[in-house]
């Protein structure tokens, strides 16, 4: 028998020798689907002979494909001169069109072969153009939710026309509009964008016979994995690449089906036998992957869903041992306890494995963050897939980079950073001569900034923005305290020029005669700031914008953005109140805010707002959260949780003690590279990005609801499902050990007291039997009762439920109480540490 076919059992041996037709290959997780395609490609090259560039094999991600191009080559030993061509969908698109695409051309009228591909930022520019075009204010369609719409269309293959015709509303009509002028605009720029690459070659290979059969010819067998996710435009390149011989083999699992968001179907598994009546279908049914435990947990969870075909999956991995199951007390501890086993791990397996490598999956990118100083502070290297470290994240920079101006206006790094961003109207040119201007006379851009404003040198509009920016750091910076103010108050005001600073003295002093003032009457003239500060902090809501900031928004209104920044619904509690009102417009606006916020933040005068109040504070009123919602992608939603994420470290720090100085040091060091390596035997990544691969040890963190199944999910019959393939995916990429853990108290959005969580509905899908508690510490946050529940409806209505195994309240098994000795005597939220974890605190 051919070496290739050694050590394979039967199905996989059928697999890997039915070259000939199509073979749909459907099987569950670590049945060795994988690794039947590299044999194939192997045995069709070795044992028929098969030119090795006849063969295209094609996977999801650049990672995979690296990894197929190494497996392939260990087997056919590296000295091949030809080799098979593995491709991303993508990557093999832009090599045909780069070859080809003139053969769309109908006379003089076409793409050429030099072709653009346009990212992000060269579609934005497009969609602006069009909105401009079509007169469409891009405050009531932002340019990138213009664009996801626009992608999704293309992603089910829906053109402009088709798009229209199934608009149900004005906005849908609007963006097909949009999604026409679009496509022309890069028709004429000779340019295509990410999605464009397939729909163009589908079109190419369609419309020009001699193409099609070009490539059929030249690539007479094709493979693909994870088939599972495949999309419309997918699908029909795999058709026409199959061509009349259609040696085509697809592997896959519709039980890790987990793209649909972006346009992956399953249908296409099953049209695939339809589109190809001759289909050869096997089924593996051996896992060689995961132990006995692993494969019955996460069977059982699986097999929860209704829409599936359903199979069965063995090991001869007998037993193996429990899952693990770790109920911490809030995420700080769940991060340490992982850290704690992590290197236990690397210690014990360092000695008898060669490759100690563990994995941490979780469901959202920002719970990274947590995982992230829990290593560091064990001195664990680390390496991510798929992404960058938290502090590293564009978005986490930006309102750090806001922060660090707020601690030193003068920071002129830090101010060109975010100047402009989000979008808010300061263009390149208003920057370049702001910085001329500070280099050459010495000063910050950020004085560059006040003279411009104070001596009108830049054009109006520029000038609007630029003090709306500038209204929003100084706003920034009062919250933080008389400190903070005073040290503006000098910052603003050299010797030489006092003006603006008695022109804030005199309105704020408006404000606070303003009926307001009285029971601040006791403040020295000098504090007027501190008192006018004071005045908006006892009444615990706003004055609403400036009349100068509604101003600049109004007269903005037509400019792209502009009116970030400067947003006149935004709440701050703190900010001083400089501007004169009329008292009908600041008690009619008292009352609206007042309605609005049920909790207003009623503080103590003279208190300085709190670090994680300074960061919701900046993600509010810069417009940077407003802007990513508006997009509303995936990736925005993902932004966005890395922002509250962030507020939540500032309220960790706060609980530490640390200054706003102390807070940015700490997050400089913990994304310094020292934790970060490639090599590092600790992986972490989201759970989509673990698809494919195995570790020996695996922790799925954070298993609760509203996080994993995600909250967007939660009402969603659909969406459950594949948040349980989701599931499934991420523990059958364990090989030997499994801890699934969870907190059962989670800050949300930087909020002081942590939420109660209840267990992820997966977790009570396990057999208990299968489930081994690693214990959970007594510990219990002092709450009252009212606090209970409050995010996730309520459900636990009284402050010490009974919980069963996974802490949910109401079950008989397990069935555990917490009680007042429990709690800390000292009446701190309780920080015990799980057993075996080393005093780090
Ligand atoms: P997934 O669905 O997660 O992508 P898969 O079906 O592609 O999994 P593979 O990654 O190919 O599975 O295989 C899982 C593990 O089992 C790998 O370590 C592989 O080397 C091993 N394996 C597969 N088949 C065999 C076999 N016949 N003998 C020994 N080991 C095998
Ligand atoms: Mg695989």
New binding site residues.
């Given amino acids: 028998m051919s070496r290739l076919l050694e ?3 039967p199905q ?1 041996q059928e697999g890997i020798r039915s070259v000939d037709g199509p073979v749909l290959l459907l ?10 395609i590299t044999h194939r490609i192997a045995y069709l090259i070795q044992e028929r002979g098969v030119p090795a560039d006849a063969i295209l094999a094609v996977t999801f991600t650049n990672k995979a494909a690296k990894e197929m191009a190494e497996r392939v080559d260990k087997i056919l030993g590296h000295g091949s001169l030809t080799k098979p061509m593995l491709a991303t969908f993508h990557s093999f698109c832009v090599r045909v069109l780069r070859r080809d695409i003139e053969a769309l051309r109908v006379g003089a009228v076409g793409l050429t072969k030099t072709f653009a591909i346009y990212d992000e930022t060269d579609q934005q520019a497009v969609v602006k153009q069009a909105l401009k075009r079509l007169a469409i204010d891009d405050k009531s369609l932002k340019p990138r939710v213009a664009l996801g719409r626009i992608s999704w269309a293309k992603n089910h293959m829906i053109d402009p026309q088709e798009y229209f015709l199934a608009s149900t509303n004005p906005m849908e009509e609007k963006i097909a509009h949009i999604f026409e002028i679009y496509k022309k605009e890069l028709f004429k720029a000779n340019a295509l964008d990410f999605d464009d690459l397939l729909l163009e070659t589908v079109r190419l290979l369609k419309s020009s016979g001699e193409t099609r059969e070009r490539y059929n010819r030249r690539y007479k067998y094709l493979l693909i ?2 088939y599972q996710d495949t999309n419309r435009p997918q699908y029909e390149l795999m058709k026409l690449l199959a061509g009349p011989d259609a040696n085509v083999c697809v ?1 896959g ?1 519709e039980d ?1 089906s987990i793209y649909s968001w972006r346009g992956a179907d399953i249908k296409n598994i099953l049209e695939f036998e339809k589109d190809f009546p001759e289909t050869k279908t096997i089924r ?1 049914e ?4 995961s132990t006995q435990v692993i494969l019955e947990g996460a069977g059982a969870v699986v097999a929860q869903n209704t829409q599936r075909k359903g199979k069965n999956l063995f090991t001869t991995r007998e037993g193996g041992s429990l899952i693990g199951y770790y109920e911490a007390p809030d995420g700080e501890n769940e991060a340490l306890f992982i850290a704690d086993r992590v290197q236990r791990y690397l210690r014990e397996a360092g000695g008898q494995v060669d490759l100690p490598r563990c994995a941490v999956l979780y469901r959202t990118n920002s719970q990274s963050r947590l995982v992230e100083e829990a290593l560091r502070r064990y001195q664990i290297q680390y390496h991510m897939v798929g992404g960058f470290s938290f502090y590293d994240r564009a978005e986490v920079k930006d309102i750090l980079s806001y922060m660090k101006l707020v601690q030193n206006v003068h920071d002129s790094v830090a101010l060109a950073r975010v100047v402009n961003s989000p979008p808010r109207g300061i263009g390149k040119t208003t920057m370049e001569t702001l910085e001329r201007m500070a280099l050459s006379s010495g000063m910050s851009t950020w004085d560059a900034i006040g003279h411009t404003i104070e001596d009108k040198l830049l054009p109006a509009r520029a000038l609007q923005s630029l003090s709306g920016f500038r209204r929003l750091i100084e706003d920034a910076r009062a919250m933080l305290g008389p400190d903070f103010a005073e040290k503006l108050a000098s910052d603003l005001a050299p010797a030489n020029d006092a003006s603006l600073l008695s022109e804030t003295v005199e309105d704020a002093e408006a404000d606070v005669s303003f009926g307001f003032g009285e029971e601040n009457s006791g403040f020295e003239p000098e504090d007027t700031r501190a008192n006018s500060f004071d005045t908006s902090f006892n009444f615990g809501f706003d004055f609403g914008p400036s009349e100068e900031i509604s101003t600049i928004a109004a007269e903005n209104s037509s400019d792209s953005n502009a009116a970030h920044g400067i947003d006149s619904a935004s709440f701050n509690p703190f900010a001083p109140v400089v501007l004169k009102r009329s008292a009908s417009t600041t008690v009619e606006r008292a009352a609206e805010i007042k309605m609005a916020d049920e909790k207003p933040a009623f503080r103590k005068p003279g208190d300085a707002a709190t670090l994680p109040e300074l960061i919701k504070f900046l993600n509010d009123r810069s417009g940077y959260i407003r802007a990513l919602e508006e997009e509303a992608t995936p990736e925005s939603f993902s932004r966005i949780e890395n922002l509250k994420e962030l507020a939540n470290a500032a309220q960790d720090a706060q609980e530490r003690g640390e200054t706003l100085h102390e807070f940015l040091d700490h997050a400089a060091l913990v994304s310094d590279a020292d934790s970060y390596s490639e090599e590092a035997r600790v992986t972490l990544m989201t759970l989509h990005a673990a ?4 570790f020996p040890l695996v922790f799925l963190t954070g298993m609760e609801e509203g996080l994993f199944p995600h909250s967007r999910t939660l009402t969603d019959p659909t969406g459950l499902e594949e948040e349980r393939r989701l599931c499934y ?1 991420g523990m ?2 364990a ?1 030997d050990t499994l801890i699934m853990t969870r907190a059962r108290y989670r800050r949300r959005y930087g909020s002081d007291m942590p939420e109660a969580s209840i267990a992820s509905r997966f977790l009570e899908e396990i057999p208990s039997k299968l489930v081994e508690d690693l214990g959970s510490p007594p510990a219990r946050p002092q709450f009252s009762g009212s606090d209970y529940g409050s995010a996730y409806g309520g459900a636990y209505a009284t402050p010490y439920p009974k919980a069963n195994k996974f802490g949910r309240p109401n079950g008989e098994e397990n069935e555990r109480h917490y009680s007042y000795e429990d709690e800390d005597q000292s009446g701190e939220r309780a920080r015990t540490q799980a057993s075996g974890l080393p005093g780090v605190n």
């Fill in positions: 050590n394979m059992n996989q099987a569950g997780a670590g049945s060795g689907k994988t690794r039947v994995d994870e592997v699992d890790q593996l051996q896992n060689y992957r698809k494919g691969l195995e995916v059958t990429r090989m």
